[in-house]
């Protein structure tokens, strides 16, 4: 039986988190451990035996942060295709508290090499979109082997760098998520007419 991590472990990585997505708000450019620490409260030698480095760290809020998104996602009870509208919604929430840190965390690797190599983050998208994005798909008659071409897709069309764009230029969030999911939808099923057309 797994022990149960102690009660100010659990404690410290919580404000170590707390912390960086503070940081990333304020001052984007300027996350480091000590800075993190400093804003935690703690040590920094502290927040290193937590986090090797300020990528791992990084890494690690990423994940929480999506990980808010597949909790969402698979506890919403919206019916058929709704639920996917209902993940969108969510996500474009989620990228109006976030969306500057996650705008600095933006990987240079590829959405389809990280997905291959089963990198955490990428894992925990999957997870997130899965059953919405599954579920468009039967509605719109496209067939399953399609998830990971829908997958990709997916992420291009709605980075939060794109998003945050339309906001500046007026559109509120939810008016974004909608053009987009407009412009999504059309574009799978062009490909659904197109035979050869995987990723």
């Known amino acids: 039986m797994a022990r149960r991590p102690r009660k ?24 480091n451990i000590p800075a993190v620490a400093d804003r935690a409260g703690l040590s920094a ?7 090797a480095s300020t990528d791992a760290l990084l890494g ?6 999506l990980a808010q998104l597949r909790d969402f996602s698979h506890e919403c009870e919206a019916p058929g295709i709704h639920l996917f509208a209902q993940v969108l919604t969510e996500w474009g929430s989620i990228i109006e508290v976030y969306g500057s840190g ?14 291959d190599a089963q ?17 468009l798909l039967k509605a719109e008659q496209i067939e399953e082997d399609r998830f990971e071409s829908a997958l990709f897709l997916l992420n ?15 559109h ?21 007419s197109l035979d050869a057309v995987r990723v």
């Open 156 to 170: 291009l069309m709605f980075d939060p760098r794109d998003l945050l764009d339309l906001t500046a230029r007026g």
């Open 45 to 51: 030698p502290t927040v290193y035996r937590y986090y």
């Open 60 to 65: 690690r809020y990423m994940i929480e942060v």
């Open 102 to 115: 996650l705008v600095q965390l933006r990987s240079r690797r590829g959405y389809l090499e990280r997905l």
């Open 172 to 192: 509120a969030m939810p008016d974004a998520i909608e053009l987009m999911r407009i412009a999504y939808i059309a574009a799978l099923r062009e490909w659904r």
């Open 8 to 31: 100010d472990v659990v404690r410290n990585n919580r404000a170590i988190l707390r912390a960086t997505g503070e940081l990333l708000r304020d001052d984007p450019t300027g996350v």
């Open 119 to 135: 990198d955490p983050l990428i894992a925990t998208t999957r997870e997130a979109w899965e059953r919405p994005l599954r579920r």
